[in-house]
C-alpha cells in the first residue's frame, strides 16, 4: 500500500479497482450455492487470500475526492470511511463463503428453523436438505448469487434476520397493497430524511459547535465554548448519533422506494427496516442485539460470537464462554469500525482508536447487565433502563 498522501485518486478511469474483489466473492457464492459444498470447499478457500489483497487495495490505496483538493479537502470523506468498512465487510464475506460445509437455506413459508445451537454445529450436522436451488430470487430477475451477494441482513434466507419474511411461496400484492407499501416508504423517508437535514444544519452551526468553522473539524470538546455551554458536547454527541440512523434509515428507504416503484421488486424484499426505535431501548442488549441496524449480524455471528463460544464453552463453561462471544463480537466491530476511519485518518494506521474503544466498551456495557441480572435476577428495562442507555451511550460517545 502506498503512504496515505500518496494514495491515488479514484476517477472514472480506475474505478474499476474498487469492483476487484467482486466477481471472485461471485464465484465463492456460486460454488456454494450451485455444488456440494464438501466438493468446493478447498476452491472457495483459495480465493480468500485473493479477495483480502484486492479488498485491501481497493479500500486503502485509493481515495475518493470530490474536489480535487486531497483527500483532507475533497468533501468525500464518508465515502473513504465507507472504502475501509468495505474492505473488512468483502474479507469478512469472502472467510465465511470460503469456509462454509453446507449451502444455505432459502425462508420457506411454515417451514420449521432448526434450532439454533451455533452456526458452525449447524453446518456440521445439516444434511444438505436443498440441493437444487432457484436460478433466480423466488418471484425476480435477481440471480440468486448475486441476491445473496448484496442482501447484508439475509431476507428471505434462513440465516437471516428472523424478523424478515419468508421468500417463498412468492406473496402476491395487489396495486392498492403495493401503492400503500411506497407510500409508507416516502413518508418515512421524508420524516429521517428531514431530521438528517436538521441535525446536519446543527452541526454545522459554529454558534453550536465552533470546531465546524475549521476545515478538519475539531474535538468534541470545543462544543463547550458554543452557545449550550457544558451541555454541547452531550447534545453533540446525541445529534451525531441520530444522523446516523437517520442517514442509514433515509437511504434503505430510497432504495427501497425506488426497487419496488421502478423495478418491480416485492415490498417483502425490503422489510423490515434497518432500525427498529432506536431511541426507545431500555437496555444496551436491546439496542445493539434488536433495535440497531443488523447490516452486520452475520458477520458478528458466524466469526466472532460462535467461533469463541465453541472453543471455550468446554474450557471455562457455558456462562463463560457466552461472555467471552459476546465480547468478541464487540471486538470484531471495533476493528470494522476503526479499519473504516484508517481509510480516512491520515497517520491511523491499523492500531486500535477511540472509536474502536467506543464499540469495545459498549460490549463491557453489554456484559455488565448481564452481571447485573445474575446478580440481582432481574433484568435491565424501564424507566432506569432507558436512562442508563442514553447515559452510558452519551458519556463512551464523548470519547
Known sequence: LPPFDQKVRYLPSNLWNAFLPLPFLFVQV??????????????????????????IRAGFAFHFDFEGEGQGSGRAQHLNFGLGVYAIYAISKSLEWGSSTVRPH??????????????????????????????????????????????MRGIGWEWGLPSSPPCQPVRTLSREQRNAWTVRRIRSFCLVYLLCDLLDSA???????????FERGGSVWLARQGVLGPLGPPCLVISLGFMVYAAIQAGNCLLGFLSVSILRDSPDRWEPLPFDRPWSATSLRELWTFRWHQIFRRCFLR??????????????????????????????????????????????????????????????GTLAEHGFQAWSGRRVGGILGWI????????????
Open 30 to 55: 456460486h460454488l456454494l450455492l450451485r455444488y456440494p459444498p464438501s466438493r468446493t470447499l478447498a476452491y472457495r478457500w483459495s480465493i480468500v487470500p485473493l479477495v483480502t489483497l484486492l479488498s
Open 203 to 213: 452541526v454545522k452551526n459554529v454558534d453550536l459547535n465552533p470546531a465546524a468553522g
Open 106 to 151: 432459502l425462508k420457506v413459508s411454515g417451514g420449521r428453523r432448526r434450532r439454533r445451537r451455533s452456526h458452525d454445529q449447524v453446518e456440521r450436522s445439516a444434511p444438505d436438505q436443498n440441493p437444487t436451488l432457484p436460478t433466480f430470487y423466488p418471484g425476480t430477475w435477481t440471480p440468486l448469487e448475486l441476491d445473496m451477494m448484496l442482501n
Open 303 to 364: 466469526l466472532a460470537h460462535d467461533p469463541v463460544r465453541n472453543l471455550l464453552s468446554r474450557k471455562i463453561g457455558r456462562s463463560g464462554a457466552r461472555f467471552a462471544a459476546v465480547a468478541a463480537v464487540f471486538i470484531y466491530s471495533a476493528l470494522l469500525h476503526d479499519w473504516g476511519q484508517a481509510a480516512m485518518v491520515e497517520g491511523q494506521g491499523m492500531w486500535p482508536t477511540k472509536t474502536g474503544a467506543f464499540f469495545v466498551l459498549q460490549g463491557a
Open 388 to 399: 442508563w442507555v442514553y447515559t452510558w451511550m452519551t458519556w463512551t460517545g464523548l470519547l
